[in-house]
Every structure is written in structure tokens, then in C-alpha cells.
């Protein structure tokens, strides 16, 4: 007997099945639109979200790269939005339709997460501007062309060391994979020279107010701060220490915050990475 029930059942049937065509049919037309004299590179960058510039910069110098070769190099984007998850998904997209040369994402967390994949896939992956020390040997597919944190952190350690004379440092780190890896090596680094690390604090990505992060910067009266973390949050921080009366724990505050913000800086925002 038909009854409603069978009628639901086969309109059911026949929209997952027109679905199923219409991406079928896209798959088709994207596959159509190859051009096989072209060799495809797939760049997975933070297009959107909390550091799209980034991948706006990134995007800018990979046009332009590819322009040199006449042609021969497609870029294909797809938009990591700084998040592993969002990327993992963008390059099995890309490893679908063929793509088997990838341009890494600016951070390090989406960067380590794609490591596996290209590995599995025998697929080759250019690391950009992220810097964690682990994708150094990441896998036999997986380069990359930007010093690792620890070669920052020597850097960072020899300077408060020997310009700023500081013994007494603080640790100002954001809760993200690049963020956490510089400060660790940091402190490694400042502890070989004698310096004592008397504040270690992380704050969240999401972080927009840092009045106690500061309070326990005040409260901690240190020489200097090392503060790794992106752009945006590090001036967020800068300018928030910028509307406080001068303190003298303070005053090399802001002079680490150009060495410490690794992982690019935004020019928007570089005056504030200066001394105080």
C-alpha cells in the first residue's frame, strides 16, 4: 500500500540523490577547469579569523611568486582560519583533486597538523613563517625556511642578558603551540645565563582584558618580560602597560615585545613595540 510514510521515504531518497548529483556535478566542473600543463600548489593560510593578516601578506607573496613562472604554477588558497581542525580538512580537499605540492600554514598549530598528512600522502609541504622547533623533523615531505623558536630564544636571552643587564625576567606567553614552544625555550635559554624567571603566566587566545596579567607584572617588579604571542593580543597587552604610570619594574617592558612576537608582526601595529 503507498502511504504517506513510503511518499516521505522516496522524496527523501530523491533530495539525498540530487545532493548527491549536484556535487558530483561541482567535483566534475572543478576537475574540468584544471588546466594539465599547470603544476597545482595548494596554500593553506588564515585567510579569515584572529591573524588573517597573515595569510593576507603570505597570499600577496605567493601571487607574486607564482607570477614569475609564466603560468606554469597555480595557486590553489583554502583558508585554514588558524585552526588545525579547518586545515586538516582544507588539504584532504586539495589531496582529493590531486593536489600533491602544499604551501604551509603561518602557524605553527595548523602547520603541526598537517605534518601527518602529508607524510601519509607522500605529498611535499612548505612550512612558511610558523616557527615551532617541532616541525624540524617533522617527517621526510615537511620543510620549512623560517628559524625555529630556539634560535629566537637565544637570540631574545642574549639580548636582555648583555644590552638590557636583566636578572630578573617575566614570561608573558599566549596559550597557543608557537607561543608556548618560544617560551620554553626562553627559559631554557635564560636560565643558562643566570637570569631568574620570577613570573611565568600564559593567557588565553581569546584574551581582551589583561588588567591581572599586568597587576602580576607590576606586583612581580622585574627587569624585563619576554612576551611571545601574535600581533594583535601582544599590542592589546603593550598598550594596556603603555596607560599605567611609569614603573621601574616595568621599564624594559616593551623593548622585548618585538623579539618576542616571532611569528610576524603586524607594521599596523609596530609602534608599539618599543621601550617604554
Known amino acids: 500500500m503507498f502511504t504517506k510514510k513510503t511518499a516521505l521515504s522516496f522524496v527523501a531518497i530523491a533530495l539525498v540523490l540530487v545532493v548527491i548529483g549536484i556535487n558530483l556535478f561541482q567535483k566534475n566542473e572543478e576537475l574540468a577547469s584544471i588546466d594539465p600543463s599547470q603544476t597545482r600548489v595548494g596554500a593553506i593560510i588564515p585567510l579569515t579569523g584572529e591573524v588573517a593578516t597573515y595569510g ?106 648583555k644590552q638590557l643587564k636583566a636578572s630578573r625576567v617575566a614570561v608573558l606567553a599566549k596559550a597557543n603551540p608557537y607561543a608556548a614552544n618560544l617560551a620554553a625555550e626562553f627559559k631554557k635559554e635564560a636560565a643558562k645565563r643566570g637570569m631568574t624567571v620570577v613570573l611565568d603566566e600564559q ?47 616595568l621599564f624594559h617592558l616593551l623593548s622585548l615585545a618585538k623579539i618576542g612576537a616571532g611569528e610576524q608582526q603586524s607594521p599596523a601595529h609596530s609602534d608599539t613595540n618599543r621601550s617604554v
Open 203 to 249: 593567557y588565553e587566545l581569546s584574551a581582551r582584558d589583561f588588567s591581572v596579567l599586568v597587576e602580576k607584572l607590576r606586583r612581580a617588579q622585574v627587569d624585563a618580560a619576554f612576551i611571545p604571542g601574535n600581533y594583535e593580543d601582544t599590542a592589546r597587552l603593550l598598550r594596556k602597560v603603555l596607560r599605567l604610570p611609569l614603573l621601574a619594574g
Open 56 to 161: 593576507d601578506s603570505l597570499k600577496k607573496g605567493y601571487d607574486l611568486a607564482a607570477s614569475e613562472f609564466d603560468g606554469k604554477i597555480a595557486v590553489v588558497y583554502e583558508d585554514s582560519k588558524a585552526n588545525p581542525t579547518e586545515g586538516v580538512t582544507a588539504m584532504q580537499k586539495l589531496l582529493s583533486q590531486g593536489v600533491r605540492h602544499f604551501l604551509g600554514d603561518a602557524t605553527s598549530g595548523v602547520s603541526l597538523a598537517l605534518a601527518p598528512l602529508a607524510d601519509q600522502n607522500k605529498a611535499l609541504l612548505m612550512i612558511s613563517i610558523a616557527t615551532s622547533d617541532k616541525l624540524t623533523g617533522a617527517g621526510p615531505y615537511v620543510f620549512r625556511n623560517c628559524p625555529p623558536n630556539s634560535r629566537q630564544a637565544t637570540a631574545a636571552a642574549e639580548f636582555v642578558e
